[in-house]
């Protein structure tokens, strides 16, 4: 038969390069290289207005990058597929494996389905370094704790597969498709708050090159104790890129790896490659156990008493708490779509340490804000931070936001940026103005209460109620 055809429908691989279904798919005589918005099957987990920007700027870039002809649809993915496929004669059907739950479920009732039609359907891995289904404990039980999952079942498994080259992908389709389009996805909000993402980002592949070369040569040397300083670019920021596919692991992974003959990276390329490792881990977490974004990791976690104030979440979520380096992550979150991960630590902890209140608020709120919000990463992280996920953090070890603003922002640099009202505080009151003497704050020009909120909790009280509050719970379940 002459002039086969293919699909290969874009993800989160949103990529030429090493894009192992797109290579596939390109050995054929006409590729339709397609794209679908599907808010129908995702439900509750539809992408939040943050990631809706990325989208729609990534899908942009890679619309170029196929010279115009990505095919960009909305709706259910089984009948736009079919469709396509009836109308074009499609004898080929590949995409790179996502691993939410919702989207495995999908996937497979898609495959199954033309299987049934004779059409051959293949899934590749372009998104993970290592298989959820091929790391498990002697025992064959899933690993539950990092270290041993990374360092016995990961890094004793095979290497990651090395990166391909951009595909050719010359034999685009040359006949008139009709789709949707870009703007019919409706990505981007009606209100401009998204204006300050735009002096952040490059959303898109050449973006996601640029700001790993840019690491690579600036950041990684120092990066294992340069990472926990937010106002220093020490940090990768490749984690949309990557959630959207436009750089893979794989490609992350070896050329982080070519820097390995650099004097004194050991230790920095180690911990970075190990955070490629816990992205990993949180993947595997959603896989074998998919109900991670909504229920306790630990099921201890169940009888917690959390707290409902809306008033407490709503003036974190604005970054009004009185306490300056919380403050400050929340408005980095809401002006840039990101937060430095030594914030998220701190805020995350705040939020349900000192307000007690439940970790799926504090989930839910990154979903929609952040331009890297992954529902693997989100979950396991917010979990690890309110001690109720896998490894996490001990119930009693409660991040404290003045002594973290003195560590790992001493000079108040990045405070300072995003709580712009406290610019004259002295560095040794700036992460409790409260504490500072009135004739140091009014010549600050700062009235607490009215140019910057008074502390919502006392630091020592919320402490003291949030350790009796997991005292508590420890004890009924040994009941």
Same mark, same amino acid.
Request: aromatic letters at 14%; hydrophobic letters at 35%.
């Given at each position: !038969? ?7 429908? =874009?993800? $989160? ?10 290579? *596939? ?6 590729? #339709? %290289? ?35 002809? #990505? ?60 298989? %959820? ?21 990961? #890094? ?52 996601? @090159?640029?700001?790993?070369?840019? =690491? ?51 230790? *920095? ?28 990791? $630990? ?24 306490? %300056?380096?919380?403050?400050?992550? !929340? ?7 990101? !937060?430095?991960?030594?914030?998220? !630590? ?25 331009? @890297? ?55 040794k009151y700036l992460f409790s103005p409260w504490e500072a003497p009135k004739e140091v704050l009014d010549s600050a020009g700062v009235e607490l209460g009215k140019d910057y909120p008074e502390p919502i909790?006392? #630091? ?20």
């Amino acid at each position: !038969m002459q002039n086969k055809k293919s699909i290969h429908w =874009f993800r $989160q691989d949103l990529r030429i390069k090493d894009n192992p279904s797109l290579d *596939s798919a390109s050995q054929f005589d006409s590729l #339709l %290289p397609i794209y679908i918005l599907d808010d129908t099957n995702s439900e509750e987990f539809s992408m939040g207005a943050a990631s809706r920007w990325w989208l729609y700027h990534s899908l942009r870039t890679l619309n170029e990058s196929l010279d115009g002809k #990505l095919l960009i649809y909305k709706g259910d993915p089984s009948k736009v597929l079919e469709q396509l496929a009836e109308e074009h004669e499609i004898s080929y059907i590949s995409w790179n494996r996502c691993y939410e739950p919702w989207r495995i479920k999908r996937d497979k009732e898609i495959k199954q389905d033309f299987e049934n039609k004779e059409i051959k359907v293949e899934s590749f891995g372009g998104s993970l370094l290592w298989e %959820p289904w091929n790391i498990a404990k002697d025992d064959g039980t899933p690993y539950r704790v990092f270290t041993p999952y990374y360092k016995k079942g990961c #890094l004793n498994s095979d290497e990651p597969r090395l990166p391909i080259d951009i595909s050719d992908i010359k034999n685009l389709y040359s006949e008139q498709i009709q789709s949707d389009g870009l703007d019919s996805l409706s990505l981007l909000p009606d209100i401009d708050w998204y204006k300050g993402f735009e002096k952040e980002w490059n959303p898109g592949e050449q973006g996601a @090159d640029e700001s790993l070369e840019k =690491f690579l040569d600036k950041g990684l040397l120092n990066y294992k104790e340069g990472r926990n300083f937010p106002s220093q670019e020490f940090v990768s920021r490749l984690s949309p890129h990557l959630h959207f596919g436009e750089i893979s692991p794989n490609e992350v992974w070896y050329r982080a790896k070519t820097k390995e003959t650099i004097t004194g990276i050991e230790k *920095s390329l180690a911990h970075f490659h190990s955070e490629l490792g816990w992205r990993e881990f949180s993947y595997y977490l959603l896989y074998h156990f998919p109900d991670l974004p909504k229920v306790n990791f $630990q099921k201890k976690f169940d009888t917690f008493p959390w707290q409902k104030n809306e008033e407490f979440l709503r003036l974190w979520q604005r970054g009004e708490t009185g306490y %300056p380096i919380v403050d400050a992550g !929340m408005r980095e979150l809401w002006q840039t779509g990101y !937060m430095h991960n030594r914030l998220r !630590m701190v805020v995350g902890s705040f939020l349900v340490k000192n307000l007690l209140i439940d970790w799926r608020e504090g989930e839910r709120w990154f979903w929609d804000c952040l331009v @890297d919000a992954d529902l693997a990463s989100n979950s396991a992280s917010w979990q690890w931070v309110a001690g109720s996920g896998a490894d996490a953090a001990p119930y009693f070890r409660i991040f404290n936001p003045i002594t973290q603003g003195l560590k790992f922002d001493p000079e108040g640099e990045y405070t300072k940026k995003y709580v712009p009202e406290l610019s004259n505080i002295p560095n040794k009151y700036l992460f409790s103005p409260w504490e500072a003497p009135k004739e140091v704050l009014d010549s600050a020009g700062v009235e607490l209460g009215k140019d910057y909120p008074e502390p919502i909790v006392d #630091l020592k009280i919320s402490r003291e109620i949030a350790l009796e509050a997991f005292a508590t719970t420890k004890k009924k379940n040994n009941e």
